[in-house]
């Protein structure tokens, strides 16, 4: 017998729960993002590359301004089409916060969007291979996102899901702006190529402030773990094109690529490993942990872990699931779940405690 646990079985039974068991319930059912299920190429620099396309419908007011009435028929619309559209893709139009949480976590949905009623809703691709947010900043925002550097693999992805889209949907277009957009910055193509990096080598050499202002002055967009308005942790940002898909983004990723892997070799990895020895010490005796303690102790353990030292035996994608299941959200005074991030963290990491150190 096969059972089923849907997310509204779940969050019938979530007021029986104490948060932390409902928080492992939820972890544990759900299936990951497929960037997080699967290696890729040059993962030890590049976490995963998204393909991200804003439309919006004809005739219809953007979300900013519309009541909840166009919002509904907005979601109606593309409720009605998705099937033909996008088969196989799911659609949630009210979620619970935990659930929000895990799907920001999983960089399926931005950390401002919160599909709680129907105004809103979440579409995911099978395999969670992609996500669509409806009425975000835009009537739709559709996105692949494929493990390690796969800048044509997942612009062919995305374009393949808008073409599919446009053939049923009337997108809003006018010469010679090109799609229109929520935020002028976006009208054109309304599209964007971005990829999810780790420089803790340049971070530790000092050199990334040089790197950044380079990439800068070619158009390309630094931000932080989260995208726009969030900062970078443990070495990890965003950088992303300004706008569309060029050839100089991908030139500057792949700069970024080479410089990171030349300041990493600068370091004995001896001193690395006594780096990572000593975040996993402060890790693992810590009663309660900040999600930015942890993501910093585990990108030391993700350098470790790139450069085969015996002791860190642990995929690259596993490590990035750990950071996923960090739930980065806190309520003020609630230390329930920097408790549950130590318990967590102790657990993943005191395997990789050399004792004779």
């Not at 395999?127 to 900043?137: A, D, L, P, T």
């Not at 402060?282 to 930015?292: D, E, G, H, K």
């Amino acid at each position: 017998m096969i059972l089923l646990v849907t997310a509204s079985t779940l969050r019938q039974v979530s007021g029986l729960l104490d948060s932390t068991t409902w928080m492992e319930m939820v972890a544990r059912a759900r299936p990951n993002a497929a960037w997080l299920q699967e290696s890729g190429p040059d993962r030890d620099v590049i976490l995963s590359t998204r393909y991200r396309a804003a439309r919006n419908l004809k005739g219809f007011t953007f979300p900013c301004s519309a009541d909840r009435t166009a919002k509904m028929e907005v979601v109606a619309k593309v409720a009605t089409v998705l099937p033909t559209a996008l088969p196989g893709w799911s659609i949630e139009d009210s979620c619970a916060p935990i659930e929000i949480d895990l799907l920001v976590a999983d960089r399926l949905i931005s950390h401002e969007f919160h599909p709680s009623d129907s105004t809103q809703a979440i579409c995911l691709a099978p395999k969670r291979i992609g996500s669509m947010m409806v009425n975000e900043e835009d009537h739709i925002r559709l996105q692949v996102l494929l493990p390690g550097w796969q800048p044509d693999e997942s612009r062919v992805q995305g374009q393949k899901g808008e073409r599919s889209l446009a053939r049923v949907l009337d997108f809003a277009y006018a010469e010679p702006w090109g799609f229109l957009t929520a935020s002028p910055f976006n009208t054109g193509q309304g599209v964007r190529l971005s990829a999810m990096v780790h420089l803790i080598g340049l971070a530790r050499t000092k050199r990334w402030e040089g790197v950044s202002k380079a990439l800068v002055s070619q158009g390309v967009v630094v931000r932080g773990l989260f995208g726009e308005n969030t900062r970078g942790v443990g070495a990890l940002f965003q950088v992303s094109t300004q706008r569309g898909v060029s050839a100089d983004f991908v030139g500057a990723c792949e700069y970024l690529l080479r410089e990171e892997r030349e300041a990493r070799s600068t370091v004995d990895p001896e001193v690395v490993h006594k780096l990572t020895q000593e975040v996993i010490r402060f890790a693992v005796t810590s009663r309660s942990l900040s999600y930015t303690d942890c993501v910093r102790v585990l990108g030391y353990v993700r350098w470790a872990a790139g450069l085969s030292i015996p002791i860190y035996q642990v995929e690259l994608a596993q490590i990035d699931r750990w950071i996923s299941a960090l739930d980065f959200r806190s309520k003020p005074g609630d230390d329930s779940r920097g408790i549950r991030r130590a318990s967590l963290m102790r657990t993943n990491l005191e395997p990789m405690l050399d004792r004779r150190s």
